[in-house]
């Protein structure tokens, strides 16, 4: 029908009291399988509650490999000072400053940045771990597909607290958190997230629903 006898049609059924019959939709508007296209309300296009992947920690390096750069710095800085000020040669000089530069560089901003640049991100789904200062590598695991985690620490991390959580997967792939701090700590909840039956999954979980996105989710506030 075109539009002006829809048009017409339309008049009739308003003098004659009787509705207009309604305007069939084109297929392309209707979904295949009758569900809402995009999801309503936090449900997807089947129903299913959409959960979302929450990040539970973010892990770096014990802070104490900082400590030797650090007083590294401390050191050439002021070697470098006293060298300038009792030098009276201008080659000397600019030699004791290009020396001082070059010690900083390579004892002190390297591995500052190694240590910024290396970070676990422990999810509610995965454990990703980023390395590398010029060459950016990323190791991604599920946590599903993990089936043990172990700590191994020597005895300097251990005074510290810290040590190598090892995740296993069974198929002679290892992925190691290396030196995280409250090692334990990160051991217990990917344990825990490993087991979604156990209590305190459960619980996380809640609180992951209650809390707005984007937000991170403490595992442990003790």
Known sequence: MTKGGEGRAAGRAARSGVPAPARAQPPSARSSTGAVPGGV???????????????????????????????????????????VGAFEEPWQVIAALAAG?????????????????????????????????????????????????????????SMFGSGDVRINTGHDRVLV??????????????QELMDPSSPAAAEHRRAMREMPEGDTVAWDRR
């Open 101 to 157: 530069v070059v010690l900083v560089l390579v004892g002190s901003v390297l591995p500052f940045l190694a240590w910024l640049t290396r970070r676990a991100t422990i999810t509610t789904r995965r454990v990703i771990v980023r390395h590398g200062v010029v060459s950016r590598t990323r190791q991604e695991l599920l946590n599903s597909r993990a089936t043990d985690v172990d700590v191994r620490a020597g005895w300097v991390q």
């Open 177 to 190: 958190i290396r030196d995280a701090p409250r090692a334990e700590l990160v051991q217990a909840a990917l």
């Open 41 to 83: 309300g936090g449900l997807s296009a089947t129903g299913a509650v959409l959960v979302p992947e929450r990040v539970v920690a973010r892990v770096r390096r014990h802070a104490r490999v900082l400590v030797f750069p650090a007083a590294l710095l401390v050191v050439v800085a002021g070697l470098t000072a006293y060298a």
